[in-house]
């Protein structure tokens, strides 16, 4: 799992021929996962997990490619409200707190670019942080890249250092060498 927000819907569903009793009070999470098997495949799954219970009822999920439209209602405020549009389904969410709706966001944003290839969702009314600029993913990326540059420029250090031992070892070897050649010589000099 790669991220969840908690939710609460916006909008009551209106389903007037079923019947209303439910199992109680419940929470419910919108979750953002993906498969750590070839090929890999990422979805969104609704969970409810009901009061007094330490488990999970998966309710909805869908694959990300079937993920249309994320609105973040509006770009000018944290609003912890937002919409998911799906090929099949819509729904209307608040999410906790507005921070908990942007980390969520930006998750979902750069799983979208970095496991679809084709048809991406579209991101509206976001603010600018969430898709780009400030993020904590790209913040998070970029000291992960400056440490592996820094690592980079360390092991590219101690590798000329090791290539000028080595070439400084053969040159002693092949001294060492001459030199024995040299006093076998003598020593077969003065033998005789």
């Given at each position: 799992?790669?991220?969840?927000?908690?939710?609460?819907?916006?909008?009551?569903?209106?389903?007037?021929?079923?019947?209303?009793?439910?199992?109680?009070?419940?929470?419910?999470?919108?979750?953002?996962?993906?498969?750590?098997?070839?090929?890999?495949?990422?979805?969104?799954?609704?969970?409810?997990?009901?009061?007094?219970?330490?488990?999970?009822?998966?309710?909805?999920?869908?694959?990300?490619?079937?993920?249309?439209?994320?609105?973040?209602?509006?770009?000018?405020?944290?609003?912890?409200?937002?919409?998911?549009?799906?090929?099949?389904?819509?729904?209307?969410?608040?999410?906790?707190?507005?921070?908990?709706?942007?980390?969520?966001?930006?998750?979902?944003?750069?799983?979208?670019?970095?496991?679809?290839?084709?048809?991406?969702?579209?991101?509206i009314n976001c603010?600018?942080?969430i898709l780009g600029?400030?993020?904590?993913?790209?913040?998070?990326?970029?000291?992960?890249?400056?440490?592996?540059?820094?690592?980079?420029?360390?092991?590219?250090?101690?590798?000329?250092?090791?290539?000028?031992?080595?070439?400084?070892?053969?040159?002693?070897?092949?001294?060492?060498?001459?030199?024995?050649?040299?006093?076998?010589?003598?020593?077969?000099?003065?033998?005789?």
């Amino acid at each position: 799992m790669l991220g969840a927000v908690q939710v609460k819907r916006r909008t009551k569903k209106k389903i007037p021929f079923l019947a209303t009793g439910g199992q109680g009070e419940y929470l419910t999470y919108i979750c953002l996962s993906v498969t750590n098997k070839k090929p890999t495949q990422a979805s969104i799954t609704k969970v409810k997990q009901f009061e007094g219970s330490t488990s999970f009822v998966r309710r909805s999920q869908w694959m990300l490619e079937q993920l249309c439209q994320v609105n973040g209602i509006d770009p000018n405020r944290d609003s912890p409200e937002f919409d998911l549009l799906f090929e099949n389904a819509f729904d209307q969410w608040v999410a906790s707190t507005a921070s908990e709706k942007c980390t969520f966001f930006q998750i979902l944003h750069h799983t979208c670019q970095r496991y679809l290839t084709d048809k991406k969702p579209e991101f509206i009314n976001c603010q600018s942080k969430i898709l780009g600029g400030n993020s904590i993913l790209h913040s998070a990326a970029d000291s992960v890249t400056s440490a592996v540059q820094k690592a980079s420029q360390a092991l590219n250090e101690r590798g000329e250092r090791l290539g000028r031992a080595e070439e400084k070892t053969e040159e002693l070897r092949n001294t060492a060498q001459q030199f024995a050649e040299t006093a076998h010589k003598l020593a077969m000099k003065h033998k005789c």
